[in-house]
């Protein structure tokens, strides 16, 4: 299984909901939703899980944006309650220190058992803390950090392994020395590692910013298998870099690199998804989708593919 955690911006959510609509999201694929408000993009994306009968984790204390504040106001909390009392949602919980009194208040808000809970590590000197809490019973899943003494502390216990596997770079631009390189063999090994799933942060990586800016070079990130089926990434970079003007013809420079390299893939049909096909058409038309519909298709590209690799 694999547990792309999706921080809930609105183009990343967007991502799983095109997917999801498309009926592309393969079963074996159960995103992470980390809200970072309660956005119209994310009650719709739960509300295309909930008529599909698929299941979606949605975390119940988000560690960045501004939902983590405004649940203070009651109106906003009970839209979140009801959201996450939807039959689709599992209920998600990042540990830390205040957990037990976190997990004991989502017991009496939400009315939900400690084994339909997924608890969410990042301290391994809290792994006590969760033997005390969940005490006679186990999570429904324990997303750890892939670390061999995690796992060793958890043992007997549903386990996914997280890692940041995308190489965050500080400029777009950076990625011309570094066009190719590898990402991830985690599919292929999960299960002889004592894993029941794998997640990460998909092509975003873990990094959180509030807020975008115009950059001077256009980048699009694209994983794919290579002979041995692990999974290596490739950046296309424009070229005209020297200011922030002109992002139409920069991603005009990027995109037709992306389709050079693409026609090696043809005849593999894992590579032809649905954000590949709008690539290519987007090649056709002359057209430019603006900066954030770059990373959600790289974002439907990848969940696309690992679902069609695990399937």
Avoid at 56 to 76: A, D, Q, T
């Amino acid at each position: 299984m694999y547990f792309p955690i999706i921080r809930g911006r609105q183009y990343d959510l967007l991502a799983l909901r095109e997917l999801q609509v498309s009926g592309l999201l393969s079963e074996r694929v159960i995103p992470i939703i980390e809200p970072i408000k309660l956005s119209s993009t994310l009650m719709s994306t739960v509300k295309v899980f909930e008529e599909n009968y698929r299941k979606l984790i949605i975390v119940s204390n988000p560690r960045v944006g501004s939902f983590k504040g405004e649940l203070v106001f009651p109106s906003v909390y009970q839209q979140f309650k009801e959201l996450m009392l939807n039959d689709s949602v599992i209920i998600g919980h990042h540990l830390n220190r205040d957990s037990d009194n976190q997990i004991k208040q989502l017991q009496q808000e939400f009315n939900v058992k400690l084994e339909d809970i997924v608890i969410i590590h990042s301290e391994r000197n809290l792994v006590p803390l969760y033997r005390e809490i969940f005490n006679a019973s186990k999570a429904q899943l324990n997303v750890i950090p892939s670390d061999n003494s995690f796992r060793r502390q958890l043992s007997g216990h549903e386990l996914a392994g997280l890692s940041d596997k995308f190489n965050k770079l500080p400029r777009n631009v950076d990625y011309l020395e570094q066009e190719n390189e590898f990402f991830s063999e985690e599919h292929l090994f999960f299960i002889d590692e004592g894993y029941i799933g794998f997640s990460d942060y998909s092509v975003v990586g873990e990094e959180y910013n509030e807020s975008g800016f115009a950059p001077y070079a256009v980048a699009i990130h694209i994983v794919y298998p290579n002979a041995e089926n692990a999974l290596e990434i490739t950046h296309f970079v424009s070229d005209s870099n020297s200011d922030t003007s002109d992002p139409a013809g920069k991603f005009s420079e990027a995109l037709e690199k992306l389709i050079e390299w693409y026609q090696q893939f043809m005849s593999d049909g894992r590579m032809n998804t649905l954000a590949m096909q709008c690539f290519v058409q987007h090649y056709k038309e002359g057209t430019y989708p603006g900066l954030p519909t770059l990373k959600k298709l790289s974002i439907m590209h990848h969940l696309e593919l690992i679902g069609r690799l695990l399937d």
